[in-house]
RNA sequence: UCGGAGAUCGUCUAAUGGUAGGACACUGGGUUUUGGUCCCAGCAAUCUAGGUUCGAUCCCUAGUCUCCGAG
């Protein structure tokens, strides 16, 4: 077969997405390596961590598929990227996206170097995007895409990539697990942050930062209170506890003093954005940046499955936020710590951090 | 203290002399590999005591409480 010759690691988290990444590449011809990233396996208030059943359910596939299997422990350098990243911003009052650096800084380099360590010629994930000439695009099932979390990976690390379920259509990916007989082939999607399972944030938060209660404000009056202003995120709606007519939203925060802002008005300013300043932009191709993009016009993308919205690229107004995106329409409840994704068509060509 | 107004789900409110609808909150489910959004469902109320009436949340009386004016 033409691919014999590569060995490719695939990263197998015991979902469905990537047991039939790695049985496609079999079949492809590929000399296939299951590997488990164990990246958490702490239970939390009462949570049990899911790490168990995940990597008896990866076994499961390889062993049933017929391929190597390996075990990668990466907890330690998962706590010290991620968790302690995500911990930061949150202390600092913003909505970090952990997911995004855990592509960044887990699977598409220590995975991709611990691959390449064992022999490796290639890695390959669940993910659904497609890869071309080192170029990230969005995955063909539109509804699926998960490019957004993908645009701080490298150039580098995409030629050594394979996503072969960006060619195909979910409902695909789940009937070819059925026909397979794939022993994970019904289980159930799994969601939140990749390594806490079922645990919601407000609980994964608490056990590692001390909280206060405070004051919720709207128009300066005092309406209420919460219990902590880290737990709240711009463009919240639930959780306030605040009832009466019309939902409230979460419009910002003062960490010093303990607040959270709220409006029930859709059509407050502060609800609205007309341009996004990025801090820590990142391009796939390194031979972009800000001054090669000035003045022109691409589509960004402020969270996983929002529309498009078109932008021109200009300077940033200080060193430490050098791009700013002019949009041709108003944001709703822009976050800062998330990320702000740029396209160029069916392109993803990287992105930034909202300031 | 006097004058005026008003008391309905947890909150904001709708309604009729025939036992109450909506919204928000909350809870559960769905969508989503972050947070959040969004969608669906569920929960839940006529201040108290009398009176008129076949029947009162609605009319009358008293009480309690609240609000707005004058001190």
Redo the contacts with the bound molecule.
Sequence with gaps: MKNSSQIVFVGLSGGVDSAVTAMLLKEQGYRVVGAHMKNWSKDIGGFECPWEDDYQEAKRVAVYLGVEFVLLDFEQHYFDKVVQYMLDEFRIGR?????VMC?QEIKFKLFLEAAVDRGADLIATG?YARTHDGKLLRAVDD??D?TY?LYRVTKDALDKTLFPLGELEKPQVRALATQAGLPNANRK?S????FVGKIG?KDFLSEYIDTESGDIVEKGQVVGRHDGAIFY????????????????YVTGKDMEKNEVYVTRDLADQSLWSEYIDLTSPHFIDSSYGPSSLEGVTLQVRT????DFVDCVVAAGSSETSPIRLNLSSEIK?L?PG?SAVLYRADECIGGGIIA
């Excluded at 909505?95 to 997911?99: G, K, V």
């Excluded at 969601?191 to 990749?194: H, L, N, Q, S």
């Design positions: 909505t970090p996206n952990p997911d592509n993910h509804n699926k998960q979390f999607e969601m939140g942050i990749c944030i995120t711009i463009g919240q709606r639930h959780g306030l506890g605040l009832g009466g007519g019309m939902p409230y969270r996983h499955r929002a409840a976050t998330q």
